[in-house]
């Protein structure tokens, strides 16, 4: 197993997949990275979709943005996650908003993206997380209920290359103290 900063240094945004397929052994070690995201009171505001049906695959691809470079990747990809948040729960006590920003579905929904990712990519896997698609195009072809958005689309599976990494801002370029 590799060390946790060599993991969040090593994951990429993967949109090229071997043809091979993702056993289920990882994707319950995922699901169990996704179960053990912190939340909002412990609210756990995330449904997890695994996608494998080509045709489903295709319908999704037909929901991403012109221009979206994941594009391909959503019907290569051996396996699609989407993940999905329950709204009005994160971030409200007894029925009410309680922070500034709202609903906080986004925020836990962000950390399980990260989880998910981080341990595809300990796991050897590659993943890409996209965006940019029409939301309520996706929901109807995922038959999401009422209450719940999907929020984001992970393309998995065996990379078929590793790319670079990006440039990266240094610590003290962004690092403030006491003040901004």
């Keep these: 197993m590799a060390e946790l900063m060599d993991v969040i240094k090593g994951r990429r945004s993967i949109r090229r997949y071997q043809e091979q397929d993702v056993s ?28 494998k049906d080509q045709e489903t695959k295709e319908k999704l691809q037909g929901t991403i943005s012109k221009g979206n470079p994941a594009t391909k990747a959503m019907v290569n990809a051996p396996v699609v996650l989407a993940l999905c948040g329950r709204l009005e729960r994160a971030g409200y006590y007894y029925g009410q908003v309680t922070t500034k920003f709202g609903d906080w579905f986004m925020f836990d929904l962000g950390l399980a993206t990260q989880n998910l990712c981080l341990a595809a990519c300990n796991l050897g896997l590659g993943t890409v997380i996209v965006g940019l698609f029409d939301h309520n195009k996706a929901k109807e072809v995922l038959a999401v209920p009422p209450g719940y958005e999907v929020v984001v689309l992970i393309p998995l599976g065996h990379p078929a290359k590793e790319p670079g990494a990006p440039k990266r801002r240094e610590a003290d370029e962004f690092v403030h103290f006491n003040k901004f």
Excluded: G, R
């Design 24 to 51: 289920d052994e990882m994707l319950n070690q995922l699901y169990e990275a996704v179960m053990w995201t912190p939340s909002w009171a412990n609210t756990q505001c995330w449904e997890l979709i695994v996608v």
